[in-house]
C-alpha cells in the first residue's frame, strides 16, 4: 500500500513537472506545407500554447498573417485586405488554443508562407514567425481511386482526398442505386472521402464502364471509371 502511494506521488510529481515545460514557453503545432486544390478551401489546422500564468485573461487576439498583411483574425470588426475580404477566417478558439483557420476560393497567389499572431493583451503577444504555413496550389484535381466487387451485388467505391473537411466533394455516378458517404480523416490536414454505390446488376450492365464524377467546392470536377466485369462461374 506504502509502495502504491510512493509511486502515485511520483507519477503526479513528474506529471506536474511536464505540464510546466509545456507551459514555460510559445509553442505552436502546424503544418508546414499543404497541397490545396484552386478555388477549392483548405482548414489549416493549428494549435498553440502560451506560458503560464496567474492573471485572469479574457481576451484573445489571433491573426494569420503573410508579411504584414493580415490575412485572417478572430477579430471581427476587422476588415481584411480586399484579397482575403470574405473568404477567410480563424474558427478555432483562441482561448482554449486553438488557432485554426480556414480559407475558401483558393488562389494560385495564395502560397504563403503565412504565420500565426496571438495578442493576450492581459498577458504578453507573441508572433510564431518560425513555423510557417506553405499552401502549394495545384490546377487540376487529381482521379478519384474506385474499386468494384461483384456478388449477388455490385459495390463500387470511389475516393478522394482533400483538405477542406468542412466542405467536403460531392460525387455523382452514372448507374442508379443505394449511395454513402463517408469521410476520414488521413492525418492533421489530410482528409479522404469515399462514395459507395450498391446495386443489383443486370446483363445490360456488364463489360460496361462504370463513371463516378466528383465535385469540389469551388466546382472543378475530376472523374473516374471502372469496368463491371461478369464474374465467371465454374
Ligand atoms: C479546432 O477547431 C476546429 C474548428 O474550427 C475543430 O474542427 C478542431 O477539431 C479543433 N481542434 C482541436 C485540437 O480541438
Ligand atoms: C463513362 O465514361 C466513359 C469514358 O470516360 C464514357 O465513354 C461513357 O459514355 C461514360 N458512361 C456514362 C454512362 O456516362
Known amino acids: 500500500m506504502m509502495d502504491l502511494k510512493l509511486w502515485l506521488s511520483i507519477l503526479m510529481v513528474c506529471a506536474m513537472a511536464e505540464s510546466q515545460i509545456l507551459r514555460k514557453d510559445w509553442l505552436i503545432d502546424v503544418p508546414s506545407r499543404i497541397p490545396v486544390l484552386q478555388s477549392s478551401c483548405v482548414v489549416i489546422p493549428c494549435v498553440y500554447f502560451y506560458p503560464k500564468t496567474k492573471k485572469i485573461l479574457n481576451r484573445w487576439r489571433g491573426f494569420w498573417k503573410r508579411g504584414d498583411t493580415i490575412v485572417a483574425s478572430n477579430f471581427l470588426n476587422l476588415r ?12 478555432g478558439t483562441l482561448q482554449s488554443g486553438n488557432c485554426t483557420w480556414q480559407l475558401y476560393g483558393v488562389r494560385e497567389t495564395d502560397t504563403g508562407p503565412f504565420y500565426f499572431r496571438i495578442e493576450i493583451p492581459q498577458h504578453k503577444s507573441f508572433t510564431f514567425s518560425k513555423n510557417t504555413v506553405t499552401l502549394n496550389v ?18 463500387a467505391t470511389c475516393k478522394v482526398t482533400h483538405v477542406c473537411p468542412s466542405s467536403p ?14 469521410s476520414k480523416k488521413e492525418n492533421k490536414w489530410l482528409w479522404s472521402t469515399t462514395s459507395t454505390l450498391t446495386f443489383t446488376p443486370q446483363e445490360a450492365d456488364f463489360n460496361m464502364p462504370l463513371n463516378c464524377t466528383v465535385t469540389f467546392p469551388g466546382k472543378k470536377t475530376t472523374k473516374g471509371s471502372v469496368l463491371l466485369i461478369k464474374k465467371s462461374t465454374k
Do not use: C, Y
Request: net charge positive; glycine share 2%; no cysteine.
Open 80 to 91: 481584411l485586405a480586399n484579397e482575403f475580404h470574405m473568404r477567410s477566417r480563424i474558427t
Open 138 to 155: 495545384f490546377r487540376v484535381p487529381k482521379p478519384p481511386t474506385m474499386s468494384v466487387a461483384v456478388q449477388d451485388e455490385v459495390t
Open 169 to 182: 466533394p460531392k460525387f455523382s455516378w452514372s448507374h442508379s442505386g443505394i449511395r454513402k458517404t463517408k
